[in-house]
């Protein structure tokens, strides 16, 4: 059973840095484009980021773009989404997804709040 | 960026009966390569993650019921629902994977007459 479970979620104050994790399992992790979408709560989908199987491509939205890293440990089938420079708008539930001819699998989600 | 624009944003439809909802893409999302439109939809249910329904526009995925399909070409798409039935409630959202950044429609709300 294909299974993704984001940590890492929490409250942070604006300016500091926070760091996502996403445990993949169930398929062979190292295959798969993976991405991370974010949701405000009661709001729409947004997507974040996106990294090639091998961890050599990236991409951002320009939201994020300086702000945020994606990177991927296919040894240890974990995604991570490193945050810093955190805003109030970046407040969401981040979900992470795995791509396969549209996003066929998502993660239950990890809420992140940036609150002083 | 592709702008997806769905509409209505939100929809009131009896049980049994036909729900549409459209989703028109800025540019197209047809590649010439394959001739595929890379257009999905998504169910999403309150307190959890959107669910996967329809790829490449029309294609069902997997344990889908077939009451959901999908069609369109180029910029415009729809999901038709049949025949309404009660755990049918949820946001639906259609989503372009053609090029980044991948976007998102708003969202239609689908709710029981």
């Not at chain 2, 399909?69 to 989503?95: K, M, N, R």
Request: with cysteine; glycine share 10%.
């Amino acid at each position: 059973e294909v299974q993704l479970v984001e940590s890492g979620g929490g409250l942070v104050q604006p300016g500091g840095s926070l760091r996502l994790s996403c445990a993949a399992s169930g398929f062979t992790f190292s295959k798969y484009i993976m991405h991370w979408v974010r949701q405000v709560p009661g709001k729409g989908l947004v997507w974040v980021s996106r990294i090639d199987n091998d961890g050599s491509t990236t991409h951002y939205a320009d939201s994020v773009k300086g702000r945020c890293t994606i990177s991927r440990d296919n040894a240890k089938n974990t995604l991570h989404l490193q945050m810093n420079s955190l805003r109030a708008e970046d407040t969401a539930v981040y979900y992470c997804v795995r791509d396969l001819d549209g996003y066929n699998y998502w993660g239950q989600g990890a809420l992140v709040t940036v609150s002083s | 960026d592709i702008v997806m624009t769905q509409s209505p944003d939100s929809l009131a439809v009896s049980l049994g009966e036909r729900a549409t909802i459209n989703c028109k893409s800025s540019q197209s999302v047809l590649h010439s390569s394959n001739n595929k439109n890379y257009l999905g939809w998504f169910q999403q249910k309150p307190g959890q993650p959107p669910r996967l329904l329809i790829y490449w526009a029309s294609t069902r995925e997997s344990g889908v019921p077939d009451r959901f399909s999908g069609s369109g070409s180029g910029t415009d798409f729809t999901l038709t629902i049949s025949s309404l039935q009660a755990e049918d409630v949820a946001v639906y959202y259609c989503h372009q994977y053609y090029s980044i950044p991948h976007t998102f429609g708003q969202g239609t709300k689908l709710e029981i007459k």
